[in-house]
């Protein structure tokens, strides 16, 4: 038991680690590759800092535990909307001021409701993980035509300035790049390996642990990201940071995860994460695109949230402990 404690401790710190620095070489390399800043923000926000969600949900398939995966991945969706933004917002209230993002979320709105249309059957195929994925590609298509017509946007040019800040050879960036994805592959096998093993140790399901402690780590990386860019008051990217990785969970993580292997949904997902999930979501969507003319996620709203998120949390964590 010891040895799985250490092995989740050991690798979400790993995880975070090499997540960032695997973010930071794909966006050298691309850079040096002449590819432009706003398609990197969004590319390397999206895909980059749900990195450790994919690898862990895809391991997580892979050795029979579906059910962590999309705990993983509707868990880190909750997290990023209620802690992240919540704690964020908290410390500095967010003004939206990117176009991109304003039409982002909507799109973010919709595959929320289409994730739980999915769940109503009790099953996520892998016929259902193949239009998840092709849903992405059309997705991240829509963004990156959008990002070109928009090239002055507010989220490009911080995109622009946050890599110029961090210069790094091209082959510096490609060994980054590839030492940040070895890495992120080791952590996530220790990270499901321990996950698993105190599950299973303890009674509890694999979505239970998905949700709350694989899930906050995972996250990490996010708001990491997300607290250095509000300190630099760079609120666009703290928002694109959020939707972005929120659309690659839902698309790519859960997708992903039932092309490997059919996943099997509790009723609880169905009556009470995706709810969750999707409640936080109708949130955002609203104080993001804003119904008085500027989108604003002010304190009291931040409140709001991460009350939402602990709320949630406590009543896991309840669950947990009454199944120990």
Do not use: C
């Not at 050298?28 to 969600?53: D, N, R």
């Not at 209230?93 to 249309?117: D, F, M, N």
Request: no cysteine; glycine share 10%.
């Amino acid at each position: 038991m010891l040895l799985a404690i250490a092995a989740i401790l050991v690798g979400l710190v790993l995880l975070v680690w090499s997540a960032d620095r695997f973010i930071d070489g794909a966006a050298a390399t691309a850079a040096h590759l002449g590819v432009p800043s706003l398609l990197i923000g969004i590319l390397i926000i999206g895909f980059g800092t749900s990195a450790p969600e994919m690898m862990v949900s895809a391991l997580a398939a892979l050795d029979g535990n579906p059910g962590l995966a999309l705990g993983n991945a509707y868990g880190s969706n909750i997290a990023n909307i209620g802690l992240i933004l919540g704690v964020v917002a908290l410390v500095s209230p967010l003004a939206v001021h990117s176009q991109v993002i304003r039409q982002e979320l909507p799109l973010l709105g919709l595959a929320t409701l289409i994730a739980g249309a999915l769940l109503l059957n009790g099953t996520i195929s892998r016929l259902d993980g193949v239009l998840l994925l092709v849903m992405l590609v059309g997705v991240m298509t829509l963004s990156v035509i959008r990002a070109r017509r928009q090239g002055g946007d507010a989220l490009g040019a911080n995109t622009q300035e946050s890599m110029a800040e961090h210069p790094m050879s091209l082959r510096a960036g490609i060994v980054w790049t590839l030492v940040g994805l070895l890495l992120l592959i080791v952590s996530s096998r220790l990270l499901v390996w321990g996950a698993v093993y105190v599950a299973q140790a303890f009674g509890v399901s694999d979505l239970i642990i998905g949700l709350t402690v694989v899930a906050l780590g995972t996250s990490l990386p996010e708001l990491a990201s997300s607290i250095a860019a509000v300190r630099k008051n760079e609120h666009d990217l703290v928002l694109g940071n959020v939707v972005g990785s929120n659309l690659f969970n839902l698309l790519a993580v859960v997708g992903l995860a039932a092309v490997i292997a059919p996943i099997d949904v509790d009723a609880e997902v169905l009556v009470r994460d995706w709810p969750v999930m999707a409640v936080l979501t109708l949130a955002l969507l609203i104080f993001g695109i804003g119904l008085r003319g500027q989108g604003r996620i002010s304190r009291f709203e931040a409140l709001t949230l991460l009350l939402a998120y602990l709320g949630y949390n406590a009543y896991l964590v309840h669950t947990l402990v009454r199944a120990v």
